[in-house]
């Protein structure tokens, strides 16, 4: 069964996920990060703005198969050649389709308070589900 976590009060979503991506990375992970298009494109151009020592090697998705053999894929559909990935990170307002063929789901739910709302239903979803799920106060981890 798919390991559900969610990452609760990340005062910038993009920010924590490129954090969230280069600390994955280093332990080995290759993960998918699902989000509308207008940030897959913030999400690669701030992961090819940081420094040399720092640079994390990622590809959009665009159908090619050259994007997926690299640790991290940025996308705004998720489909079965992703699976392999392992890690799903959700920046969506929705239960991604097909969530439940990842290893382990990540949501990364902000301090706005839509974001907030529309990440207690995705939590009701899994839940009702019966899957457990860990949560993660990143205000009480000090990851502002």
């Known amino acids: 069964m798919t390991d559900i976590a969610f990452h609760f009060g990340a005062p910038n979503k993009l920010e924590y996920v490129g954090r969230l991506l280069r600390k994955a990375v280093g332990r080995g992970a290759r993960l998918t990060v699902l989000a509308v298009p207008a940030q897959v494109q913030y999400l690669d151009a701030s992961l090819w703005a940081t420094s040399p020592t720092d640079f994390l090697v990622h590809g959009v998705d665009n159908g090619d198969s050259a994007s997926l053999r690299c640790p ?73």
Do not use: C, M
């Open 72 to 144: 991290v894929v940025l996308t705004s559909r998720v489909h079965p050649g992703l699976v392999e990935h392992g890690i799903l990170v959700n920046l969506t307002q929705e239960v991604p389709a097909g969530f439940d063929q990842f290893e382990r789901v990540i949501e990364v739910v902000s301090v706005d308070e839509e974001d907030r709302a529309t990440a207690r239903i995705r939590w009701k979803h899994y839940v009702q589900r019966g899957y457990a799920i860990q949560r993660h106060d990143l205000k009480l981890k000090g990851a502002e």
